[in-house]
C-alpha cells in the first residue's frame, strides 16, 4: 500500500512539473463547422494539408464558440486567426470583424448574391462566403414501390408525400417517414424554409394566415404517418441506416453518412412543393478575421487558400457543404455528392423554386426565433392544441421579437422597412 | 426458529438483488459502450444485437490517429491532476478548520462555499476569459484548473468537514498529552484515519475536472482538454464513433479510480492489502 502510495504521489509531481511545458501556436482556425469527429479529421488531414503553414482546426459548439471570440474582442487581443461559422453566427459579431473587402482571393468568382450577404448590412466586407448547403430529402430505395401512382419523385407535392407516407404505414405496418424532430434535430429549419415558403410564401409576416392554418392541417396528416421516434432524432442518416425509417427530411451533411454508407440502397430527391412553390432553405457559411487577430496576414493568406477550387472540392468531399465558387466537379465525388448535389440542382432549378434564406439581423435573438417555430409545432402537432388558437399566441411572441431585433423581413418574404411585420 | 431462518434467507435474496441491481446499473452502460466502441460500425447500426463484440477495431483506430488526441489527453490529465491537488491543499485545511474551531460567520462560510456552483458556468465564462487573457494566465492548465477548483471545493470542504467532525477530538487530545504537537498529531492519528475521505474527494475533484466542457472549451484554445476536445464533436458524429469517443472519454477515468480504489474502500472499513 506504502509503494502505490508513493508511486501514486510520483506521478503527480511528474505531472505538476511537466505542465509548465507549452506549445508553440499555429493559426488558430475557430469555427462552428465540420464538428462531426470524422468531418474536423478530413478538414484537417485533407483540406488543410494544402496550405503553406500549419492551422490548428478546432470545431466547437456554437455558445463557446461565441463566448470565446467575444472575449478576445473585449480583452482587445486573442489568439483566433481565422472564424468559420454560419451566416447567423457572425450576426452578432459584426463590429470586431475586420473588412475584407481589400482581401486578394487570387481571382476566383465568388457568388455575389452570397457575397452580399456576408457584408451583414453594413458596408464593410464582415465575411467572405466559405460553402453552401441546403436540407433535401433521402429515401430507401424500399419505399418507391409505395410512392401514389402518378407521383414523380423530383416533383413530388406535400400532398403526394402525405399519400406516401400513408401507404408506407399502411402497407409495411409502421410508420417509415422521419423527420429531425428531436432536440438537436433541425426540424425549425424544415417549418421555416420548407412548410412555411411551400404554403404561404412567407416565413414570418404571414405565420398566423389562413394559408399557415392549412400548412400546420397539413403537417397534422402526415404526422400520423411519422414515426413517432422522431421526436427523439437529430441526424436523419441514422434511423435511414438502421432501417426505423425510409422516408426522410434533413440537412445534407446530416444524410450524408446514409449515402456514402450504402449509396445503392438510397436516393436524394427533391423537397416537396405547395400551392405557394417549392420552399427550400440555402445555408451559407462564411470566413471572417477578427480585429483582434495576431497575424492578420496570414489569417488572409488562409482565407484565400479556402476558396481556391481545389480546396472547395477538397471541402465538399470533407464535409458535404458546396463550392460558393464557379467550379467544375470532378466525376469521382464521393455518392453522398453526387446523390444529393442532383437534388439540390433540381430543386434550385424547379420551375416552382421558393428560396427562403437562413433568418438574418437577429442577431442573439436567432435561438428564441426558431424557438417560437418549435413551441407552434410543439403545441399544435404533439399537444393537438387548436391551430387557430396557437398561431395567434405565438403570432404575438414572434412579432415582438422581430421588434426587439428591428430585423428587416428577408426572402421570401417582401422587404420592409424596419422590424418585419406579422400580420 | 424455522421463521428465523426463511426471514435470514429472505433476506439474502434481498441482499444478493440489490447488490446485482446496483452492479448491472454501474456496469451495463460501461460493457454496451465497450460491446459497442470494439464492434464494427455495421453491427453498431444493425440488428440483432450480439452480446460479444466482433472485435472489429476501426472506431478505435480512428480516434488513436484522430489527431490531438494524445496532446488533449495530456492536458486532460494535467487539469484534472491539478484540480484534484489544489481542491484538496484547500479544501482539506478549510473542512478542518469547520469542525475543530468556532468563529464568527461559521455559518455563513458553509453557506458562501456552496455559493460557487449557484452560478451557471456559462454566465461567468466571458468574464473569466476576458480576465484571463489580459492576465495572460488563458489557454494555460493552471488557468483551467482554478476554475474547476472552484467547482470541486465546495464538496472538497463539506467532505472533509464532515470527515474531520467524525473523528473524536479526545484521540488527538491523547495525542497532545502524550507530548505531540498539534502538527504531529494531526500527522500521526488524524491523517490516517480521513485518507480514505480525502481520497474520495480528490476523486470528486478529478471527476469534475475531467467531465468539465463549457469553461474547458471557452478557456482553451490551442491546449484543449479531451473532454472540450472531444465532447461537443462526438454529440453530432455516427453512432459506432460516438461509442467509441465515449470509451476514450470514460477510460483513463476508469483506470484512475481502479488505481485509487484501496483508500476508497478503506473508507467502509473493507481491509485490501
Known amino acids: 500500500m506504502k509503494t502505490t502510495f508513493r508511486g501514486l504521489c510520483t506521478a503527480l509531481g511528474a505531472v505538476l512539473v511537466l505542465a509548465g511545458a507549452q506549445a508553440k501556436a499555429d493559426v488558430l482556425f475557430w469555427s462552428t463547422q465540420a464538428k462531426p469527429v470524422e468531418e474536423t479529421q478530413a478538414m484537417r488531414s485533407e483540406v488543410l494539408k494544402g496550405f503553406d503553414g500549419?492551422?490548428?482546426?478546432?470545431?466547437?459548439?456554437?455558445?463557446?464558440?461565441?463566448?470565446?471570440?467575444?472575449?478576445?474582442?473585449?480583452?482587445?487581443?486573442?489568439?483566433?486567426?481565422?472564424?468559420?461559422?454560419?451566416?447567423?453566427?457572425?450576426?452578432?459579431?459584426?463590429?470586431?470583424?475586420?473588412?475584407?473587402?481589400?482581401?486578394?482571393?487570387?481571382?476566383?468568382?465568388?457568388?455575389?448574391?452570397?457575397?452580399?450577404?456576408?457584408?451583414?448590412?453594413?458596408?464593410?466586407?464582415?465575411?467572405?462566403?466559405?460553402?453552401?448547403?441546403?436540407?433535401?430529402?433521402?429515401?430507401?430505395k424500399k419505399a418507391l414501390p409505395y410512392l401514389p401512382t402518378g407521383a414523380d419523385i423530383n416533383a413530388l407535392t406535400y400532398d403526394q408525400l402525405i399519400a406516401w407516407a400513408k401507404n408506407l404505414d399502411e402497407k409495411t405496418g409502421s410508420p417509415k417517414f422521419g423527420l429531425p424532430a428531436g432536440p438537436k434535430g433541425l426540424l425549425h429549419r424544415f417549418l421555416q424554409g420548407y412548410l412555411y415558403p411551400s404554403y404561404t410564401g412567407s416565413m414570418v409576416t404571414k405565420f398566423r394566415s389562413p394559408e399557415a392554418v392549412t400548412a400546420w392541417q397539413k403537417l397534422k396528416d402526415l404526422w400520423k404517418y411519422t414515426n413517432p421516434a422522431s421526436t427523439g432524432y437529430a441526424f436523419m442518416q441514422e434511423p435511414l441506416l438502421s432501417g426505423a425509417v425510409w422516408v426522410a427530411f434533413d440537412h445534407t451533411a446530416r444524410l450524408a453518412d446514409a449515402l456514402n454508407k450504402r449509396p445503392n440502397d438510397f436516393v436524394a430527391f427533391p423537397a416537396p412543393a405547395g400551392p405557394a412553390g417549392r420552399g427550400f432553405m440555402p445555408v451559407i457559411a462564411g470566413l471572417a478575421i477578427p480585429k483582434t487577430a495576431p497575424d492578420k496576414a496570414a489569417a488572409e493568406k488562409l482565407i484565400k487558400y479556402m476558396l481556391q477550387p481545389s480546396t472547395q472540392i477538397a471541402t465538399l468531399r470533407a464535409t458535404s457543404f458546396f463550392p460558393v465558387i464557379d467550379v467544375n466537379l470532378p466525376n469521382d465525388m464521393p455518392p453522398s455528392v453526387k446523390a444529393s448535389g442532383a437534388a439540390i440542382a433540381k430543386m434550385s432549378g424547379a420551375k416552382d423554386a421558393l428560396p427562403a434564406l437562413l433568418p438574418m439581423g437577429l442577431g442573439d435573438l436567432g435561438g428564441k426565433f426558431n424557438q417560437v417555430y418549435i413551441d407552434t409545432f410543439q403545441r399544435i402537432i404533439l399537444g393537438g392544441q387548436p391551430i387557430k388558437r396557437v398561431l395567434d399566441d405565438e403570432a404575438g411572441t414572434l412579432r415582438a421579437l422581430m421588434k426587439k431585433a428591428d430585423a428587416p423581413c428577408w426572402a421570401p418574404d417582401a422587404p420592409s422597412k424596419g422590424a418585419c411585420p406579422v400580420n | 426458529m424455522s421463521d428465523n431462518a426463511t426471514f435470514r434467507r429472505r433476506g439474502r435474496w434481498l441482499t444478493g438483488g440489490s447488490v446485482l441491481l446496483l452492479c448491472a446499473w454501474v456496469l451495463g452502460p460501461i460493457y454496451l459502450l465497450f460491446l459497442n466502441s470494439f464492434s464494427s460500425p455495421s453491427a453498431v447500426t444493425g440488428f440483432p444485437k450480439h452480446w460479444l463484440p466482433s472485435f472489429n477495431l476501426d472506431s478505435l483506430q480512428f480516434f488513436i490517429e484522430f489527431q490531438g488526441v494524445a496532446s488533449a489527453l495530456w492536458n486532460s490529465i494535467q487539469v484534472a491532476t491539478l484540480t484534484m491537488v489544489l481542491s484538496i491543499v484547500l479544501g482539506a485545511p478549510a473542512g478542518y478548520a469547520l469542525s475543530r474551531f468556532e468563529f464568527r460567520g461559521k455559518s455563513l462560510f458553509r453557506i458562501m462555499v456552496l455559493m460557487t456552483r449557484a452560478f451557471p458556468l456559462p454566465l461567468l465564462a466571458l468574464p473569466l476569459a476576458v480576465m484571463y487573457i489580459r492576465v495572460g494566465l488563458d489557454d494555460t492548465p493552471l488557468g483551467l484548473a482554478l476554475v474547476h477548483t472552484t467547482l470541486a471545493l465546495p464538496f472538497a470542504v463539506l467532505i472533509t468537514f464532515s470527515l474531520f467532525s467524525g473523528i473524536p477530538v479526545e484521540l488527538e487530545e491523547a495525542a497532545w498529552t502524550m507530548g505531540c504537537t498539534r502538527a504531529q498529531a494531526f500527522r500521526k492519528v488524524v491523517l490516517p484515519l480521513v485518507m480514505p475521505g480525502i481520497t474520495a474527494s480528490a476523486i470528486f475533484a478529478f471527476v469534475i475536472s475531467w467531465n468539465e466542457v463549457f469553461a474547458a472549451s471557452v478557456l482553451t484554445v490551442q491546449h484543449r482538454t479531451l473532454t472540450a476536445f472531444l465532447l461537443t464533436s462526438l454529440d453530432v458524429s455516427p453512432l459506432p464513433l460516438k461509442f467509441a469517443g465515449g470509451f476514450v472519454l470514460v477510460l483513463p477515468a476508469l483506470i484512475f479510480i481502479f488505481l485509487v480504489r484501496k483508500y476508497l474502500f478503506a473508507m467502509w472499513g473493507i481491509a485490501n492489502r
Open chain 1, 54 to 140: 500549419k492551422v490548428n482546426y478546432q470545431a466547437n459548439d456554437p455558445g463557446p464558440w461565441l463566448t470565446r471570440v467575444q472575449a478576445e474582442m473585449k480583452a482587445g487581443k486573442g489568439s483566433i486567426q481565422v472564424l468559420g461559422g454560419l451566416h447567423g453566427d457572425f450576426t452578432s459579431l459584426s463590429d470586431g470583424l475586420m473588412d475584407l473587402s481589400k482581401i486578394d482571393l487570387g481571382g476566383v468568382k465568388v457568388n455575389p448574391s452570397f457575397m452580399k450577404l456576408g457584408k451583414l448590412g453594413s458596408k464593410e466586407q464582415k465575411y467572405i462566403p466559405w460553402m453552401q448547403a441546403t436540407y433535401i430529402m433521402v429515401a430507401n
